[in-house]
């Protein structure tokens, strides 16, 4: 056939027209609709939570009359703070949350130091020490007790044989003082550190303050929003810190674990899944259920402390010991006794809650 440009154009603009024409079509069978957020999964929608689609979202229906799930929110109960950690102080000050909501928060002052349990132990001084001379470590999502076989097995434990933490007596080599402590949480530690257990005493923190801004009412919003993985970038307004637990101990970022590892020391938790150091004070990366806690009557997991957007953050497990099912992205869940709530993840995780669905403080 004897080329021609203008039948290879009409014949292109006809594949075009059709496409466009098939596009309309679609949109003639698939009209915008308006659907309703379905958080308690009642299969009503909240009518002050929508947003349009052509296909019904996850979550979401086209009902809008569940007046519950609108009305059940649950505000933050200050005195769980002051009655768990005599300590504490408790305010209420003006903020501005990240949606804008201008409104009231409790300020929270914490001295980081818990009344409810003991600090430490963290690490253990010789090889035959059983658990109750060490904390606990997080590794693929368990928690391991670290007792002197913990330490004495390092190596075949990470399966790199540079781990050596203890000498002929088996003795471990422990930081012993607060510039030990320092030095070896460093993120570039000299090698004069490695195969340290690292360990910051209760002592080294006696002028610790800190304090957390939340709202006193929970602002439910549309969409989650993740954690910042570090302390925050330039210009990010979004918080790092998971929450705080009833008796004023933070609920941290991930302990960078990587790090810690990859300058061959342990930086261990206590049994309560916290440690310290001198910047922070003591602070938790797990939940193993030791904190004040507020057991619930209908046999639903105890209350242990609140996220920074004001919703409450409940343990793992029930009165039965089952797992919360059917939690959203960020674990949380709604119910009609405590609105939406954070169900904490299980202590091997190094993580409490996944992101935050209420508005959080601007600071
Ligand atoms: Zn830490
Ligand atoms: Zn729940």
Same mark, same amino acid.
């Given at each position: 056939?004897?080329?021609?440009?203008?039948? &290879? &154009? %009409?014949?292109?603009?006809?594949?075009?027209?059709? @496409?466009?024409?098939? %596009?309309?079509?679609?949109?003639?069978?698939?009209?915008?609709?308006?659907?309703?957020?379905?958080?308690?999964?009642?299969?009503?929608?909240?009518?002050?939570?929508?947003?349009?689609?052509?296909?019904?979202?996850?979550?979401?229906?086209?009902?809008?009359?569940?007046?519950?799930?609108?009305?059940?929110?649950?505000?933050?109960?200050?005195?769980?703070?002051?009655?768990?950690?005599?300590?504490?102080?408790?305010?209420?000050?003006? !903020?501005?949350?990240?949606?804008?909501?201008?409104?009231?928060?409790?300020?929270?002052?914490?001295?980081?130091?818990?009344?409810?349990?003991?600090?430490?132990?963290? !690490?253990?001084?010789?090889?035959?020490?059983?658990?109750? @001379?060490? $904390? /606990?470590?997080?590794?693929?999502?368990?928690?391991?007790?670290?007792?002197?076989?913990?330490?004495?097995?390092?190596?075949?434990?990470?399966?790199?044989?540079?781990?050596?933490?203890?000498?002929?007596?088996?003795? #471990?080599?422990?930081?012993?003082?607060?510039?030990? !402590? #320092?030095?070896?949480?460093?993120?570039?530690? +000299?090698?004069?550190?490695?195969? &340290?257990?690292?360990?910051?005493?209760?002592?080294?923190?006696?002028?610790?303050?800190?304090? &957390?801004? /939340?709202?006193?009412?929970?602002?439910?919003?549309?969409?989650?929003?993740?954690?910042?993985?570090?302390?925050?970038?330039?210009?990010?307004?979004?918080?790092?810190?998971?929450?705080?637990?009833?008796? $004023?101990?933070?609920?941290?970022?991930?302990?960078?674990?990587?790090?810690?590892?990859?300058?061959?020391?342990?930086?261990?938790?206590?049994? @309560?899944? +916290?440690?310290?150091?001198?910047?922070?004070?003591?602070?938790?990366?797990? @939940?193993? +259920?030791?904190?004040?806690?507020?057991?619930?009557?209908?046999?639903?997991?105890?209350?242990?402390?609140?996220?920074?957007?004001?919703?409450?953050?409940?343990?793992?497990?029930?009165?039965?010991?089952?797992?919360?099912?059917?939690?959203?992205? !960020?674990?949380?869940?709604?119910?009609?006794?405590?609105?939406?709530?954070?169900?904490?993840?299980?202590?091997?995780?190094?993580?409490? #809650?996944?992101?935050?669905? $209420?508005?959080?403080?601007?600071?």
């Amino acid at each position: 056939m004897k080329y021609n440009p203008s039948l &290879f &154009f %009409c014949l292109g603009m006809v594949v075009i027209l059709t @496409a466009f024409s098939a %596009c309309n079509d679609d949109d003639d069978v698939c009209p915008t609709l308006t659907w309703f957020q379905d958080a308690d999964g009642d299969g009503l929608g909240n009518p002050d939570v929508s947003l349009t689609a052509c296909e019904q979202p996850d979550g979401y229906v086209a009902d809008n009359t569940d007046t519950d799930e609108s009305g059940t929110v649950i505000p933050v109960d200050a005195a769980y703070f002051t009655t768990a950690n005599a300590n504490i102080t408790v305010t209420t000050v003006a !903020c501005t949350l990240s949606d804008g909501t201008n409104t009231q928060c409790y300020q929270i002052v914490s001295n980081s130091a818990p009344t409810d349990h003991e600090m430490g132990p963290w !690490c253990p001084d010789n090889i035959a020490d059983d658990a109750s @001379a060490g $904390g /606990i470590w997080l590794e693929g999502g368990v928690a391991y007790d670290v007792d002197g076989e913990f330490i004495e097995n390092l190596a075949s434990f990470y399966n790199d044989n540079t781990w050596q933490m203890y000498d002929a007596n088996g003795d #471990i080599f422990v930081t012993e003082t607060e510039d030990d !402590c #320092i030095n070896a949480a460093n993120p570039n530690v +000299g090698d004069a550190y490695r195969n &340290f257990c690292v360990e910051c005493l209760p002592s080294y923190i006696t002028d610790i303050s800190t304090t &957390f801004l /939340i709202p006193v009412t929970p602002v439910l919003q549309s969409n989650a929003v993740f954690f910042a993985t570090g302390p925050g970038g330039p210009g990010s307004t979004v918080p790092s810190t998971r929450g705080v637990a009833l008796n $004023g101990v933070e609920f941290s970022a991930p302990a960078p674990v990587n790090n810690i590892l990859s300058a061959y020391t342990l930086a261990p938790f206590d049994d @309560a899944g +916290g440690h310290i150091n001198v910047n922070q004070g003591y602070h938790y990366h797990a @939940a193993t +259920g030791l904190s004040y806690s507020i057991a619930q009557p209908d046999g639903h997991a105890p209350l242990i402390g609140y996220a920074m957007d004001g919703h409450a953050i409940y343990d793992l497990l029930d009165a039965n010991g089952n797992e919360a099912t059917g939690l959203d992205d !960020c674990r949380g869940q709604t119910d009609d006794v405590r609105g939406y709530h954070y169900h904490v993840d299980a202590a091997g995780a190094n993580n409490f #809650i996944n992101c935050l669905q $209420g508005a959080y403080v601007i600071n």
